[in-house]
């Protein structure tokens, strides 16, 4: 079949040799010969003849029949490529070079499968920067989750940054991850409930910061943007955004969201007051449980005036207790458990720290890896298409364009 296939595919049909045809550059190209090529597909590999053209003014070169075949720029075809895109999303190169050996006969080796899946990603996230089609919603609430984790990456890709070693240096650089999701029905114990399906990503390691002074909102703040706008996160009657306490959480749903509830995960702050607990009267002991119980039931009650008045007992002495008062007095608002439940609102990020795992985690962060930033981004653009049910999207789309 493979066989057939190469001489069906290698038939001079005269469509491709015009003399001349135009170039993206706006010029001329003309016709130079016919160059040689192998590919390797799901049948094996395939040798094929293409007529090939070259551009004098910008100097590329390229063939009309690899277009047409989806073929251009890469030695794969369009179903090998797939194949290696959704295995290397999942596992590592190696393992997917070994996969796509054991499985479909293909032999990659893991250099060329990183090459290839990479350059799939940076298609993927190109796609979504360009492509912003709203999607069927009827949901009464959405959630936008918010939230950042540490991805290995190259020494040279972290050199100047501040971080939690020792020396104050990083050895990671942050992926900041967005999750919508909506949450309409409640069990049997009146908690919310996530909607089937209904869960979405986008993640990549880039900037949220930005300054009153500035034109325009921050790389990731358009990335959130773009999801809100595909998720119709303004049309929904409740809009609901969870995060920690980090600034630049409640800094851009501030800007961008202000009509939306902000609420903080209630675990994220009885944390807080489980640390307070350990520097006060050491990890492990009963006074220690006794008096964070205390406190975490008078955060579940909303009795926040009680909490800060116990904790202010203590902060000329625990630096810890400080940082709890200044964390809980900036948040307060934010903290309002008793009526957000009454309301069956989600009070947990659990949705959102489950996506740090499964976007982030179990792919980019697995013992010895250490990724460059751009390789880190193409694989998160690809995981997320994929877990966010979009990739046959996207491969449509890029079929089209073919």
């Known amino acids: 079949m493979g066989q057939a296939l190469a ?21 001329t190209t003309r016709y130079v010969g016919r160059r040689a090529k192998t590919f390797l ?31 251009e720029g890469t030695s794969l075809s ?47 996230a190109a796609d979504e920067r360009r492509v912003i089609e709203p999607e069927p919603c009827n949901a009464h609430t959405l959630y936008l ?40 029905t409640l069990d049997p114990c009146a908690l919310p409930v996530r909607d089937p399906h209904s869960t979405t990503y986008n993640a990549a390691i880039e900037s949220a910061a930005s300054r009153d002074t500035d034109p325009n909102p ?22 609901v955004i969870l995060g920690d306490g980090a600034a630049w959480i409640w800094n851009l749903a501030d800007e961008h969201f202000p009509g939306a509830v902000q609420i ?32 975490r039931d008078e955060l579940d009650q909303g009795r926040i005036n009680a909490l800060l008045d116990a904790l202010r007992v203590h902060a000329e002495t ?19 458990y008793p009526t957000f439940r009454a309301t069956g609102l989600c009070v947990s990020t659990g949705v959102v720290e489950a996506g740090c795992r499964t976007i982030v985690g179990t792919r980019l962060k697995r013992s010895g890896m250490h990724w460059t930033v751009e390789g880190a981004n193409a694989i998160l653009a690809l995981r997320c298409a994929i877990l966010s049910n979009r990739f046959d999207d996207f491969w449509e789309r890029r079929a089209l364009a073919a």
């Open 7 to 27: 001489r069906a595919l290698n038939a001079d049909h005269g469509d491709d040799h015009s003399p001349r045809l135009p170039c993206e550059c706006g010029h």
């Open 41 to 71: 597909t799901v049948l094996g590999s395939l040798p094929l003849e293409r007529a090939w053209y070259h551009c004098e003014h910008c100097h590329r070169g390229f063939s009309p029949r690899d277009r047409a075949l989806g073929l």
């Open 78 to 124: 369009p179903a090998a490529l797939r194949m290696t895109g959704l295995s290397a999303a999942r596992v590592s190169f190696a393992e997917t070079s070994e996969l796509l050996r054991e499985l479909a006969g293909l032999d990659i080796d893991p250099k060329q499968v990183e090459r290839h899946a990479e350059a799939l990603g940076r298609e993927v």
């Open 145 to 184: 989750g918010l939230d950042g984790t540490g991805v290995p990456v190259r020494a040279g890709e972290r050199e100047g940054r501040k971080g939690k070693q020792p020396d104050g240096s990083a050895k990671t650089r942050e992926a900041k991850l967005l999750t919508v999701w909506s949450c309409d």
């Open 218 to 239: 921050s790389p990731f703040a358009h990335r959130v943007l773009r999801e809100t706008k595909r998720r119709r996160f303004h049309e929904a009657e409740r809009q």
């Open 264 to 295: 903080v995960d209630i675990f994220h702050a009885k944390g807080h007051l489980f640390e307070v607990a350990k520097a006060l009267y050491g990890p492990g002991t009963d006074l220690a449980a006794q008096w964070g119980k205390q406190r």
């Open 318 to 336: 625990c630096e810890e207790a400080r940082k709890c008062i200044d964390y809980i007095a900036r948040n307060r608002h934010r903290m309002h």
